[in-house]
C-alpha cells in the first residue's frame, strides 16, 4: 500500500489548541497546589502534583507541536507557544519561536511585544536588540495598551542596566498611556525611592497596597534595590518620620 499525504481538517487541528490551553491550565493549577500541600506537611501529595503538573505540561507541549506542523504559519499559535515556552523557563526558545511568527507577520504589534519581552530577559547580550524591537512596538501603535506595555518593559529594561533617567521616562510614557497599569506604578514608586522623594513614594505605595497587597510585595524587590542604590549614591533626604518608609 502507497503512502497517503493526509489532511487534517482544520477544526481538529484548532481542537489540539484547545486541548493544549485545557492541558496548560491544569498543570498551572496542580502547581499552585504544591505549595499548600508541603505546607500542610503533606510531601507526597506535593510529590504527585508536581508530577502531574509535569506531564500536563508535556502533553500540552506535544499538542501545540503538532498542530504548529500542520499549522506551521499560524501566527496566534505560535505567539502562544511562545508564551508557553517563557512561562516554562525556556525564554531562548521563546525567541526563536516568535522570530518564526515574526517572519510571517514582521509588523504585528503584539508579536514584537512578546519578543521584545523575552530579549530583554536573556540579558546583556540582546539588550540592544529588545531596545530596539520595544521602541519599534511604540512606533506602530504609539497610543495603544502594547505600546504602553512595551514602554513599561522599557522602563525595567533600563532599570536593570542602571540608566535610571532612560527608565524613569520609559515609565512615565507607559503612564501616559495606561495611567492605573501596576507594573508602572511600581517602576516609579523604585524611582522616586532612588531620587530620595520617600513621600511621594510613601503615598504610591499605600495607595498601591490598598488596591492589592499582592501587588505592594511584589514592589518590595524594586524598593530594596532602589534604597540600595539611593546609598550607593550617597543621596540624602530629611531625617524625619514622614520621610521615612
Known sequence: VSAAFVVVPAHASQQQIEQAREKTAEAQKELRAVGPAMSRGER???????????????????LYRHHLSESPRDVEALLEYAGFQGF????????????????????????????GQHLSMLGEKHCG???????????????????????GTLGTHYWR????????EAFEKARAIQPDKPGTSIGLIAQDVREGKVLAAS?????????????????????HEALAEFDRTRRWFPDTAENHL
Open 161 to 168: 542596566l542602571h540608566v535610571y533617567d532612560l527608565s524613569r
Open 44 to 62: 507526597e501529595s506535593a510529590r504527585q502534583y508536581e508530577e502531574d503538573a509535569n506531564r500536563h505540561f508535556r502533553e500540552a507541549g506535544d
Open 203 to 223: 503615598d504610591a505605595l499605600d495607595a498601591l497596597s490598598q488596591a492589592s497587597p499582592q501587588l505592594a510585595s511584589a514592589a518590595d524587590r524594586f524598593v
Open 129 to 151: 536588540e529588545a531596545e530596539r524591537i520595544l521602541r519599534r512596538v511604540t512606533a506602530l501603535e504609539p497610543d495603544s495598551d502594547d505600546a504602553a506595555s512595551a514602554w
Open 88 to 115: 516554562r523557563g525556556d525564554t531562548d526558545l521563546a525567541v526563536e519561536t516568535l522570530r518564526q511568527a515574526i517572519e510571517i507577520e514582521p509588523e504585528r504589534p503584539a508579536t514584537l511585544l512578546a519578543l
